[in-house]
């Protein structure tokens, strides 16, 4: 019991009541928070602009027996601008949706802390790929939950990878020549590289690399399928995305 304070992004809201919300925040300190925020529906309420979706700030939560109550929040940034075009909303939602499935509740971990809040940054800009940047950032994410991909080694014989045609979704990673291909997807060269790529970079760095709309469809594929496989749940946004890639 007592006070926690640190900072988070509302990752999912729900009414609750008649002038409360439900909020789920992913923060710096304690990881996934569930809280309670007392007159949150009311325009007039204090925390009426802290617990919109994808907001950015720094919370106060009182925690006692049961839910987390939010007692105060102050505006780092309300992200306004991913709520407005319907291609970036797609795009934070489903980052806040694996978030949502891939952590459980008060487990910290900085690094997605920080790899989500990069990306969302990103997100709010102009000057990146929404579609490798949410790739790079799926890659991060399985590799912060235990679930990482290894585009080094062959992962049955460990021999050192220059490059590879094949990924094993049940070994999460790369197969050379001459080992078995079972349980996995094939995949060009070119897509194999863009995915260590993808999985080596800083995400404000994906912009160095270019890629075909096929190999693009090679690496969805893949990080889909492990991604489906490995989580509670598969993520519902993953069909709003699909079909944002084909409108």
Not at 71 to 99: A, D, M, P, V
Not at 110 to 136: G, N
Not at 176 to 199: D, T, V
Request: net charge positive; proline share 1%; hydrophobic share 35%.
């Amino acid at each position: 019991m007592g006070l926690l304070k640190t900072s988070g992004i509302i990752i999912k809201s729900l009414d609750y009541k008649e002038n409360d919300k439900l909020v789920w925040i992913y923060t710096e300190k304690f990881g996934k928070i569930s809280a309670i925020a007392k007159g949150a529906k009311r325009s007039k309420n204090n925390l009426f602009s802290v617990t919109l979706p994808l907001c950015y700030g720094d919370y106060l939560f009182f925690k006692g027996k049961g839910m987390c109550r939010l007692s105060e929040g102050k505006l780092r940034n309300s992200f306004q601008g991913l709520l407005n075009n319907l291609e970036k909303l797609t795009y934070s939602s489903y980052l806040c949706e694996l978030i949502d499935i891939s952590t459980e509740d008060e487990d910290a971990n900085y690094e997605l802390y920080k790899q989500f809040v990069t990306a969302i940054y990103l997100l709010d800009t102009d000057a990146l790929d929404y579609e490798l940047l949410t790739r790079a950032f799926e890659l991060k994410l399985l590799r912060a939950t235990g679930y990482g991909l290894d585009f080094g080694n062959c992962v049955f014989c460990k021999k050192k990878l220059q490059t590879s045609n094949y990924i094993s979704l049940s070994y999460h990673g790369g197969v050379c020549e001459n080992c078995p291909k079972e349980h996995g997807i094939y995949l060009s060269k070119g897509s194999f590289n863009a995915l260590r790529f993808l999985n080596n970079t800083t995400l404000d760095k994906v912009y160095r690399v270019s890629l075909t709309d096929e190999m693009k469809e090679e690496i969805f594929k893949i990080t889909s399928s492990i991604i489906s496989s490995n989580y509670t749940r598969r993520p519902k946004s993953l069909d709003m995305l699909k079909f944002i890639k084909e409108w």
